[in-house]
C-alpha cells in the first residue's frame, strides 16, 4: 500500500517504459519486453518471453526485435 515506489520498475531492455507492480506481466509498449520477475532474477533463462533478458536485450540493442503493434480497443 505504501511502498508503489518500490514495486514500479523501468524496463529491464529499453529502460523508457515504466511497469506498475512488480511481476505485472505486462508488456513494454516500447520494445515489447513483458515484465517477468524471474528472468530479472535469472537474465539466462526463458519465460513469459520466449527470450532470455539478456538475449533479447542484445537484439533491441542490435536493432532486431520489431517495436510491438499496439492494440488500442
Ligand atoms: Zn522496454
Given at each position: 500500500m505504501n511502498d508503489n515506489a518500490e514495486t514500479k520498475h523501468l524496463c529491464?531492455?529499453?529502460?523508457?517504459y515504466e511497469f506498475?507492480?512488480?511481476?505485472?506481466?505486462?508488456?513494454?509498449?516500447?520494445?515489447?519486453?513483458?515484465?517477468d520477475d524471474l528472468q530479472l532474477v535469472k537474465p539466462n533463462l526463458s519465460g513469459r518471453?520466449?527470450?532470455c533478458l539478456n538475449e533479447y536485450r542484445k537484439k533491441w540493442k542490435a536493432g532486431e526485435i520489431e517495436p510491438p503493434i499496439i492494440d488500442n480497443e
Amino acid at each position: 500500500m505504501n511502498d508503489n515506489a518500490e514495486t514500479k520498475h523501468l524496463c529491464p531492455v529499453c529502460g523508457k517504459y515504466e511497469f506498475e507492480e512488480r511481476d505485472s506481466f505486462d508488456m513494454c509498449t516500447v520494445c515489447g519486453w513483458f515484465d517477468d520477475d524471474l528472468q530479472l532474477v535469472k537474465p539466462n533463462l526463458s519465460g513469459r518471453n520466449h527470450l532470455c533478458l539478456n538475449e533479447y536485450r542484445k537484439k533491441w540493442k542490435a536493432g532486431e526485435i520489431e517495436p510491438p503493434i499496439i492494440d488500442n480497443e
